[in-house]
């Protein structure tokens, strides 16, 4: 049984900045994948960043140079820093794992004013 448990979102005017963690418990394995999607209201469930368990990154176009990736391997943990936020990041985010199988969390909401 794999839980994720996710922190940090809130509502921040354009132009400030999140932190979003997730934290992973259960049977997790040393080699895996853990990362962040969102989904707006009306629109599909997308990728934002993912990384992997020796940190190769992947980034969505929309969040490059904006968003950093990173992780904790001894705490399974991981963090999506969020800086320069627009309107348009506004949606709820969800943490993922993949863990010889795919995981979520339960989402946190990130709403950007202009």
């Known amino acids: 049984q794999v839980q994720l448990v996710e922190s940090g979102g809130g509502l921040v005017q354009a132009g400030g900045s999140l932190r979003l963690s997730c934290a992973a418990s259960?049977?997790?394995?040393?080699?895996?994948?853990m990362g962040w999607y969102r989904q707006a209201p009306g629109k599909q469930r997308e990728l934002v960043a993912i990384?992997?368990?020796?940190?190769?990154?992947n980034y969505a176009d929309s969040v490059k140079g904006r968003f950093t990736i990173s992780r904790d391997n001894a705490r399974n943990t991981v963090f999506l820093q969020m800086n320069s936020l627009k309107p348009e990041d506004t949606a709820l985010y969800y943490c993922?794992?993949?863990?010889?199988?795919?995981?979520w969390g339960q989402g946190t909401q990130v709403t950007v004013s202009s």
């Open positions: 990384i992997t368990s020796v940190r190769s990154t």
């Open positions: 993922y794992l993949y863990n010889r199988g795919a995981y």
């Open positions: 259960g049977s997790i394995f040393s080699i895996n994948s």
